[in-house]
């Protein structure tokens, strides 16, 4: 029987006792909302790269990536509204002094109410987030008589906004140095090196450029694991397009990133859309893909449509053309449509939160026992093509020779795909242990294999062992990282 719990804590510990992700400065009592990436961890998140890379990038011959500095000129941050804009509605509490995030404290309360009630107040809320109405929103905590986890009364300050910026100097002398800010998103870098690159690359609208690099919120409510964290990776993409044609190209990337995220073997019934209501300063439409956590249904991705906001902005602070001159004609007037900024279309997704969604997806817990004996695993059913580990080696034994063979199939495996090689403990062991890491596939070296060649191969899902070919161990793993 295989059971899903979806259960967030077992995640938790499952991933830092199997060396996937550790609380960062751990020894020192971790750091809130920092996250490290173990041995299998990294490669996780390496093939989750690797595979939004191929096909944004490789996949669209009219996409090409970049990777720009964290550290950006200041004023870019100006320009883009975020030292003005990049803040959050928040309120704290005068007899604990913790500060809650409005729309987390609201959504925290909700959470135990019947789910009509519940969705009523959330629609309320957003209407009242989407005019900034800071009084109403106080109002609406006062009169639902919502209190603090911590002190367990309603004595509320006023809603204030809070910048999420994290804020650093450039150059170790006070009177060089200069506040610069660490990226809060890695759009910007896309938006300061559109010409660069659309000159060099020689694109033509409608065409994309495509980054995957870290990013800084000063979060003030951190929690979820890696669903927020403090530093964190986003891989986003900016679509440049003519103006007027940005509904359909919107209409478009949110099909075509539903069906990547498809494409991991999730279910539809674990995804949903999410309209705005309130949306961001530079959209005029914007959805999230949501996906149905272990906390429930969450934004994993965000699709915008962000007009020429960001261009235009940079236009107007750098006071550098951003235009692009368009030589196609347009059939309205048989005119060259000209220069003009491009409208763009955003898709951002957060590698993170990707990789909490992927191993909510994989972990489970099986009771195996029969009527002679209690047994249970627990298996990370991971998609073979982003799973840390494709193969793993096992010889019988090291002596007779075993282990040699064992070295020589690693040998012929290794430049293709991630192997793994173990000859301590009993045999079952060895499998469990990979059931954990979410291997696919493990192979044992026997004495047969000396008299004909023959392995057995051990399918992670399904637990079933057959006999084939040593030299057929490659091709059929090859076969199904596709
Ligand atoms: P949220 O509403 O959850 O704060 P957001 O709407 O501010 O997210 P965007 O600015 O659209 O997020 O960022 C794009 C993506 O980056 C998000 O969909 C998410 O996957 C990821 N992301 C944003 N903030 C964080 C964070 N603090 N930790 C981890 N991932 C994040």
Known sequence: MSTNQNNLPAIISHCK???????SSEIYDGLSAVYDYGQWGVELKKNIKDLWWKSMVY???????????????????????????????????????????VDHLIEGFVENLDAEKGAQIIADMELLLAKDDFDGLKNMIVNLGIKC?????????????????????????????????????????????????????RMKIPFGIAQIGKAFRN?????????????????????????????????????????WHL???????????????????????????????PMGFKEVEGIHSRTDFDLTQHQLYSKKKMQY????????????FGNYIPYVIETSIGLDRTILMVLSEA??????????????RVVLKFPIKIAPIKLAILPLMKKDGLAEIAKELMQSCSE????????????????????????????????QTKEDGTVTIRYRNSMEQERIHMNDVKELVMKSMH
């Open 149 to 201: 986890s911590v002190s367990n009364t309603c004595n509320w300050t006023n809603v204030r906004q809070f910048n999420l910026m994290f804020s650093t100097q450039l150059g170790s002398v006070a009177e060089e140095s200069d506040t610069i800010y660490l990226r809060p998103e890695t759009a910007q870098g896309i938006f300061v090196n559109f010409l660069n690159v659309q000159k060099t690359g």
């Open 17 to 23: 006792e199997y060396g996937f992700i550790f609380p």
């Open 416 to 447: 293709h795909f991630f192997c793994f090689y173990e000859e301590k403990d009993s045999i079952g062991k060895r499998y469990r242990r990979m059931d954990a890491l979410g291997t696919p596939f493990c192979v044992t070296i026997d004495h």
């Open 325 to 336: 001159f368009d030589n196609d004609i347009d059939e309205a007037t048989g005119k060259a």
């Open 263 to 293: 494409a991991l073997g999730i279910p539809q019934e674990k995804y949903r859309f999410h309209d705005h209501v309130k949306l961001a300063h530079y959209a005029d439409a914007a959805c999230d893909i949501e996906y149905d956590f």
């Open 363 to 376: 972990y489970t817990e099986e009771d195996l026992s029969t009527a002679e004996k209690q047994d249970s």
């Open 219 to 259: 979060e003030i409510v951190a929690r979820g694991f890696i669903f927020r964290m403090r530093e964190f990776e986003q891989m986003e993409m900016q679509f440049f397009v003519r103006p007027g044609t940005q509904k359909e190209w919107y209409e478009h990337w949110k099909e075509t990133r539903m069906k």
């Open 59 to 101: 996949m669209h011959e009219n996409i090409v990536g970049i990777d720009s500095a964290i550290f950006m000129h200041p004023t870019i941050w100006k320009a883009s509204g975020h030292v003005d804009n990049f803040s959050d509605p928040m309120i704290d509490n005068l007899d604990s002094k913790k500060r809650y995030r």
